[in-house]
């Protein structure tokens, strides 16, 4: 009886070994790489004064910002191709601007059109719901223009716990089977998960602009001669953008923060009647906890990318 237990003690054990091995295995050195820099700079970033408070919390806690930064640094380290490096360094730059000094419009507009240069390619031509549209030197101006919406669309779909990087994550994996350099795009994936365990609600950390800018120029480089599908996989983006026009271009009023009211009784989100998705979602569903929001931003983030599959075959 007691050999008999002894032995299924030990056979539990080399089986929980070798899954724990497996796990470990499967976990890559970028996310590891990016978990550990993210925790260790934190601090760092808060004793110079970048941070932020959380305002969906009751106790609005201060947490490091622009956290995107160091993540991004550790992307950089993997990024196989000259053109992709340049292009999301350039998007990086950017978005830490803007982190630290509050950059103004026109010259993230300027910068993000400067980071097409790397990409420039003798090209006329876009595939459009699978036809070939001739667009002759039109074609660099749509480029410019994914070049300035990408990163910006990221920025503006934000504002609760785990969206920005999550939706960043859901938008990679979609490109997964459709690039041709896979293994940058694993990197990447692997850099966000690290950072998205950090992210994630309860946040310990921001990942600020840096993030957002960084990805969107990242996306533009590896899917250059995909946009087609990212626009489909950017779907949630698009309307966000489009819903966020009227304040955006000064029609409306456009406070610091569009994100929605916090009801701290209940812990709840509440919508806040600014043109957002994560508004138009919050009236749909009533008040909800801020992680469940997320949850329900990136479902259809994911939606989207089946419905950039469906197009495309
Ligand atoms: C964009 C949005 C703004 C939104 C903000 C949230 C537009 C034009 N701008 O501004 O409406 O409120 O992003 O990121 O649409 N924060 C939280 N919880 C989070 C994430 C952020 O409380 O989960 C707060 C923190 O105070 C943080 C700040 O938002 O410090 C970051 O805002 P920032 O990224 O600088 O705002 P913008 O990108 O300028
Ligand atoms: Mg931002």
């Not at 890559?28 to 808060?46: D, H, N």
């Not at 910002?65 to 993540?71: D, I, P, Q, T």
């Not at 998960?193 to 921001?206: C, K």
Request: with cysteine; charged share 15%; proline share 4%.
């Amino acid at each position: 009886m007691v050999r008999e237990t002894m032995n299924n003690f030990w056979s539990n054990m080399s089986t929980k070994i070798t899954q724990s091995i497996n796990v470990l295995r499967s976990v890559q050195m970028e996310t590891l790489l990016t978990y550990t820099s993210v925790s260790l700079c934190g601090p760092l970033f808060v004793k110079f004064g970048i941070s932020g408070k959380d305002l969906h919390k009751r106790e609005k806690p201060v947490l490091p910002e622009a956290m995107g930064l160091v993540a991004g640094v550790i992307l950089c380290l993997f990024i196989r191709q000259p053109s992709v490096l340049l292009c999301t360094m350039a998007g990086l730059w950017i978005g830490a601007l803007d982190d630290i000094i509050d950059l103004r419009w026109r010259y993230k507009i300027i910068g993000s059109a400067l980071a097409y240069l790397p990409l420039y390619q003798n090209l006329t031509t876009v595939v459009i719901f699978g036809r070939l549209i001739y667009l002759g030197p039109l074609y660099h101006v749509y480029m410019l223009l994914w070049c300035i919406w990408c990163g910006n669309a990221i920025n503006i779909h934000a504002g609760i716990n785990g969206l920005e990087v999550g939706q960043t994550i859901v938008m990679a994996l979609g490109l997964l089977p459709i690039v041709d350099d896979t293994a940058t795009l694993l990197s990447y994936i692997c850099v966000a998960m690290g950072l998205f365990a950090l992210n994630y609600y309860p946040s310990m950390v921001f990942v600020g602009d840096s993030w957002c800018y960084m990805s969107g120029m990242f996306f533009v480089s590896m899917a250059q001669h995909e946009t087609e599908t990212l626009a489909f996989f950017m779907l949630p983006q698009i309307v966000n953008t489009l819903l966020s026009l009227p304040e955006l271009t000064g029609y409306c009023e456009c406070p610091r923060h569009r994100m929605p009211k916090y009801d701290a009784e209940n812990d709840v989100l509440v919508a806040s009647g600014k043109g957002t998705l994560m508004n138009i979602v919050l009236k749909i569903t009533g008040p909800i906890h801020e992680k469940k929001l997320m949850w329900i931003l990136l479902a259809i983030q994911v939606v989207c990318v089946f419905i950039g599959y469906t197009f495309k075959s």
